[in-house]
């Protein structure tokens, strides 16, 4: 199986602050990586595909980089609704799996 | 409008087995490309990916779970349902089904997710 591994698994920030969020995949996973955003009591919600690509609607503040095990993404001028908790997972293979989450906290 | 909305017991006793039912509307569970999977979140905890089935009928499960676990469609009612037996207290999460979408291979449309507890 592929483990995806998040840093830091939380951090502080302020409105206005640029975040950045590693993901780092055991072993080659190309650009089959995406992202959500959770927010408590509500299920994930998609924000980045195939490493780079927003999903509609999604705000362009978020991007996503990288490219065979090493990805992040970065939230710039963070906004008050972006207080989350983000996941990555990988797309390149079953099973399908997720990192353990980065808590964006004020 | 895409919608998925998950149903089954809210509490179970250990040993049982649980089937939860994904009613999907705005897409046909047919529809070229597209896949029903179910994800679940124990309290506090990480997404866990359960299973997936595709619109030809194709399915994969998680390895660590594959014993316990089957998934299948109704075409005609536009369902998906997923069975877990042998359920014990650590199944105890919220279980969720989200589409995947064949071009991007991303959960683009979640449902609200179906609290489920494991106790005697």
């Known amino acids: 199986d592929i483990q995806m591994t998040q840093s830091p698994s939380s951090l502080s920030a302020s409105v206005g602050d640029r975040v950045t969020i590693t993901c780092r995949a055991s072993q080659n996973i190309n650009r089959h990586l995406i992202w959500y955003q959770q927010k408590p009591g509500k299920a994930p919600k998609l924000l980045i595909y195939s490493t780079s690509n927003l999903q509609s609607g999604v705000p362009s503040r978020f991007s996503g980089s990288g490219s065979g095990t090493a990805f992040t993404l970065t939230i710039n001028n963070l906004q008050p609704e972006d207080f989350a908790t983000y996941y990555c997972q990988q797309s390149s293979t079953t099973p399908l799996t997720f990192g353990g989450g980065t808590k964006v906290e004020i | 409008q895409i919608t998925l909305k998950e149903s089954g017991p809210t509490l179970v006793k250990p040993t049982e087995t649980l089937t939860l039912t994904c009613a999907v509307s705005g897409f046909s569970v047919s529809t070229n490309g597209v896949g029903v999977a179910w994800i679940r979140q124990p309290p506090g905890k990480a997404l866990e990916w359960l299973a997936v089935?595709?619109?030809?009928?194709?399915?994969y499960y998680s390895p660590l779970l594959r014993s316990r676990l089957t998934i299948t469609k109704d075409t005609s009612g536009n369902q998906v349902a997923l069975t877990v037996t042998y359920m014990q207290s650590v199944d105890t999460a919220t279980y969720y089904c989200a589409r995947i979408h064949g071009s991007s291979s991303a959960f683009d449309f979640w449902g609200q997710g179906t609290k489920v507890t494991v106790s005697s």
């Open positions: 089935i595709y619109w030809n009928d194709g399915k």
